[in-house]
């Protein structure tokens, strides 16, 4: 994974201002692993049909799997997983996730990534990767155990690195790196991200990457925030680096272009819904604080 795919979309409405305290998942919904004990509001199931979904007050068929995804504004959310062979049950009105972005809000949009993920891991672990046998749900904890060898399949998190390297001294004269990837749909510039391997910590994953895709030497590396972040189940972990030395040598596999650009003069950016751009922003708002 190279730099952050996004789309064209633009809406930032879901963002919080600058001025509030740092949001995190906990003040937008509660992510719980069980059913709701004693829950006495409504509910909301989330119709996984492929990758997209279809919101709706009532199940469209009680035999489908499901999942708890959590509680959002009192409301107990859950995850359907739609059968490949079944009737769509939107009628093609099915959303994908960046398109249900800017119709939802910022706690319903997570839970929305949340209930693809749940079901795409079940999906894919119906049976022990160990034995074979088939997996059932674990009590007390979000899992899919074999009651034949006892293995434990808990649901995929990928770390995943994302950072903005800058050069020069803070102000605005100083530049940073933004660079477009192969698989973006239109000349877009972001940040540099990568997975994060084995045995490596973060800050020496931002360092690989950074060397890895553009030739450049960074360091000083430091965390500023991360987001969920369901295309299909990574966590995107944002960080700050200092360019020290080298020149642009690209992976041109990865990459197509990458430049410095001032605060001024910066090329089309993703959308406010990443942390690509919540990176920029910050960034361009330094000079104003």
Same mark, same amino acid.
């Given at each position: 994974?190279?730099?952050?795919?996004?789309?064209?979309?633009?809406? %930032?409405?879901?963002?919080?201002?600058?001025?509030?305290?740092?949001?995190?998942?906990?003040?937008?919904?509660?992510?719980?692993?069980?059913?709701?004990?004693?829950?006495? !509001?409504?509910?909301?199931?989330?119709?996984?049909?492929?990758?997209?979904?279809?919101?709706?007050? +009532?199940?469209?068929?009680?035999s489908?799997? #499901?999942?708890?995804?959590?509680?959002?504004?009192?409301?107990?959310?859950?995850?359907?997983?739609?059968?490949?062979?079944a009737?769509d049950?939107?009628?093609?009105?099915?959303?994908?996730?960046?398109?249900?972005?800017?119709?939802?809000?910022?706690?319903?949009?997570?839970?929305?990534? #949340?209930? *693809?993920?749940?079901?795409?891991?079940?999906?894919?672990?119906?049976?022990?990767g #160990?034995? !074979?046998?088939?997996?059932?749900?674990?009590?007390?904890?979000?899992?899919l155990?074999?009651?034949?060898?006892?293995?434990?399949?808990? $649901?995929?998190?990928?770390?995943?690195?994302?950072t903005? *390297?800058?050069?020069?001294?803070? !102000?605005p004269? %100083?530049?940073?790196?933004l660079?477009?990837?192969?698989?973006?749909?239109?000349?877009?510039?972001?940040? +540099?991200a990568?997975?994060v391997? $084995?045995?490596?910590?973060?800050? !020496?994953?931002?360092?690989?990457?950074?060397?890895?895709?553009?030739? +450049?030497?960074?360091?000083?590396? #430091?965390?500023?925030?991360? %987001? $969920?972040?369901?295309?299909?189940?990574?966590?995107?972990?944002?960080?700050?680096a200092d360019?020290?030395?080298?020149?642009? *040598? +690209?992976q041109?596999?990865e990459?197509?272009?990458?430049?410095?650009?001032?605060?001024?003069?910066?090329?089309?950016?993703?959308?406010?819904?990443?942390?690509?751009?919540?990176?920029?922003?910050?960034?361009v708002?330094?000079?104003?604080?």
């Amino acid at each position: 994974m190279t730099v952050l795919r996004m789309t064209t979309m633009t809406s %930032q409405s879901n963002r919080p201002s600058r001025d509030a305290a740092p949001a995190n998942t906990s003040d937008l919904y509660s992510p719980i692993n069980d059913e709701p004990d004693g829950h006495v !509001g409504g509910h909301k199931y989330i119709h996984v049909v492929g990758t997209s979904i279809f919101v709706d007050t +009532l199940i469209a068929d009680e035999s489908w799997s #499901r999942h708890v995804v959590g509680v959002v504004e009192g409301e107990a959310w859950w995850a359907i997983d739609v059968p490949a062979e079944a009737e769509d049950p939107s009628y093609g009105a099915a959303l994908d996730l960046y398109s249900y972005f800017g119709r939802s809000s910022q706690g319903e949009w997570l839970a929305a990534g #949340r209930a *693809v993920q749940l079901v795409e891991w079940a999906r894919t672990h119906k049976f022990c990767g #160990r034995c !074979g046998a088939a997996t059932e749900p674990s009590k007390g904890e979000r899992a899919l155990g074999c009651p034949s060898c006892g293995l434990i399949a808990y $649901p995929r998190v990928a770390p995943a690195m994302i950072t903005l *390297v800058t050069r020069g001294e803070p !102000g605005p004269d %100083q530049e940073a790196l933004l660079a477009r990837g192969t698989n973006f749909p239109m000349p877009m510039y972001s940040c +540099l991200a990568g997975f994060v391997e $084995p045995g490596e910590d973060l800050e !020496g994953a931002v360092v690989r990457e950074v060397a890895e895709e553009v030739g +450049l030497r960074v360091g000083n590396v #430091r965390y500023q925030s991360s %987001q $969920p972040w369901p295309f299909p189940h990574s966590l995107m972990i944002g960080f700050r680096a200092d360019y020290f030395e080298g020149d642009l *040598v +690209l992976q041109e596999a990865e990459i197509v272009d990458a430049n410095w650009y001032r605060k001024d003069d910066l090329p089309t950016i993703p959308p406010g819904m990443s942390i690509a751009r919540q990176l920029i922003d910050d960034w361009v708002s330094e000079d104003l604080q």
